[in-house]
């Protein structure tokens, strides 16, 4: 005992000093764009054939309600307009489409260490959703959301390791105007972080002037267009095959102003997609490729995000149910036709159908976080804070998810096989005079951070030490870091001449 106590003595220490010592990004245990892959619920077969169904959708059924200016592009580029005012797209203009597409998208944080590379296997986790209330967790009560909640959920985002984007999760109910709350919301988010923002437009005239407060706090149309660090969540259909005549519109306006594009097809599967899963992913891999077609044809090669948003039913009801296992099979099942036309993509995963950060809430974010990660989804979108199937957000759920986020791509990462991890060398001198043990070892303190993920809410002590400490609540945790957060203000606010220049122009509903 007196021999090996300062052995294990001096290895504890150098632990907590090697724990204390910031690493580098390229050395962190996890990172945004990991890459994944490693998951393939489809077989190369079952893509091929989704593939040729969803072509055949595409050249039999047709899309219906393009507006005018979507018909003219896209009958330009190819597509046939049909007595029944369904435009339909022969196979060669979808694969011509699919090859000359932007197959390698940057979305660009205001502060470019933010910056996302969206190609191959890369995966990053965010927010999204259109909340309409937000969970107080203390009590358990459902209330309407505002641009305040909105922009505390940007600003704990933004100190999140984890969460790599920031689209936006909750409606602004507070602002009944519909064009005050896009231009709220855009303020919102952008003011509370300087990671990639997400957001969407109720009608096409408020798209100028969004752009006009983008270029203030870029500094101007050349600085935003060189690096357009919000993109357009763009529900361009309505499922099933049908485009959504405003929100098209809507598209066109966003793409001359160079803002990237979130094609996004949110059937729902048994309800306005077919309820098996491979039909489901048909339909939306069809209504997407048509939405590819629409963005070629007006600005070839624009950054376009492939979104199939698929949901799932539960067919007792038909109520949604997010956090269920055939939506964590259908997100990765859409992420794998995402590789198939090598296409930058994205889909949900982490929504629950619990209405509280709960253990059901733990179960159902984590499957279909894990399983949208190992099947390299490049946009994981609604990862964390979502519950009540969409309905409700969460900020104590928020912070939670950072550390289940964390977990899962610790997964992604998977396991590195080398001379070095192989420690036979190690192995011989632990166990050939050596102190039998691996607790002091080089090779341990090495890689203790960049190996190993340690929770920043989780507990992982002893049942005893957790009653030292006074038995610590996972939720109370959680509130006592959000409560942190809040007290300060946000590092992501603008610059004063640049927000009283937005403020003299917009009606701004945050206080300055």
């Given at each position: 005992m007196t021999a090996t106590a300062p052995r294990r003595s001096g290895g504890r220490a150098a632990r907590r000093d090697a724990r204390a010592a910031p690493l580098a990004d390229t050395l962190r245990p996890v990172r945004p764009g990991l890459d994944g892959g490693l998951y393939h619920p489809l077989t190369e077969a079952q893509m091929h054939r989704i593939h040729a169904a969803a072509l055949d959708a595409l050249e039999q059924i047709g899309l219906a309600d393009a507006p005018p200016s979507g018909v003219e592009y896209m009958t330009r580029a190819g597509a046939t307009l049909g007595t029944d005012g369904r435009l339909r797209f022969p196979r060669a203009l979808i694969e011509d489409t699919v090859a000359r597409a932007n197959r390698a998208i940057t979305l660009h944080g205001r502060d470019p260490r933010h910056d996302l590379s969206l190609s191959g296997n890369r995966v990053h986790y965010g927010t999204a959703g259109a909340a309409v209330h937000l969970v107080d967790a203390a009590t358990g009560e459902y209330r309407e959301s505002t641009v305040q909640d909105l922009h505390d959920a940007a600003r704990i985002a933004d100190t999140l390791d984890n969460i790599h984007f920031v689209q936006r999760p909750m409606v602004c109910r507070d602002i009944p105007d519909n064009r005050e709350m896009d231009l709220n919301t855009l303020y919102a988010c952008c003011a509370g972080t300087t990671k990639h923002v997400g957001v969407s437009f109720t009608e096409p005239e408020f798209v100028a002037d969004a752009l006009e407060m983008l270029h203030l706090i870029a500094g101007g149309e050349a600085a935003w267009r060189a690096r357009p660090f919000v993109s357009n969540s763009n529900c361009f259909v309505v499922p099933p095959m049908k485009f959504a005549t405003e929100s098209c519109r809507v598209m066109e306006e966003v793409i001359r102003g160079g803002m990237p594009v979130l094609l996004l097809s949110a059937g729902q599967a048994g309800a306005t997609a077919p309820a098996p899963i491979a039909g489901a992913i048909v339909q939306a891999v069809a209504e997407c490729l048509a939405g590819l077609v629409y963005v070629n044809a007006v600005k070839p090669g624009h950054p376009a995000i492939f979104g199939t948003w698929p949901f799932v039913s539960d067919?007792?009801?038909?109520?949604?149910?997010?956090?269920?296992?055939?939506?964590?099979?259908?997100s990765a099942g859409c992420a794998q036709m995402h590789k198939f036309y090598g296409l930058p993509g994205g889909a949900v995963g982490g929504i629950a159908d619990s209405k509280l950060p709960d253990m059901q809430a733990g179960w159902e974010q984590a499957t279909s976080n894990v399983m949208a990660g190992l099947s390299g989804l490049n946009m994981v979108y609604e990862a964390a804070g979502m519950h009540a199937s969409l309905l409700g957000f969460c900020h104590e759920s928020l912070i939670l998810g950072d550390d289940l986020i964390g977990q899962a791509l610790r997964c992604v990462r998977g396991i590195e096989v080398d001379e070095d991890t192989l420690s036979l060398e190690v192995i011989r001198e632990a166990c050939i005079g050596g102190p039998g043990h691996y607790l002091g070892a080089g090779q341990t303190l090495a890689r203790m951070q960049t190996d190993y993920l340690y929770p920043a809410c989780a507990n992982r002590a002893s049942p005893k030490e957790w009653v030292e400490q006074g038995q610590p609540?996972?939720?109370?945790?959680?509130?006592?870091?959000?409560?942190?957060?809040?007290?300060?203000r946000a590092p992501a606010r603008f610059a004063a001449d640049v927000d009283a220049a937005i403020r003299a122009r917009f009606a701004i509903h945050l206080g300055a």
């Open positions: 067919l007792r009801t038909g109520a949604m149910s997010g956090g269920s296992g055939e939506q964590a099979l259908l609540d996972l939720v109370a945790t959680a509130t006592a870091r959000k409560d942190r957060v809040l007290a300060t």
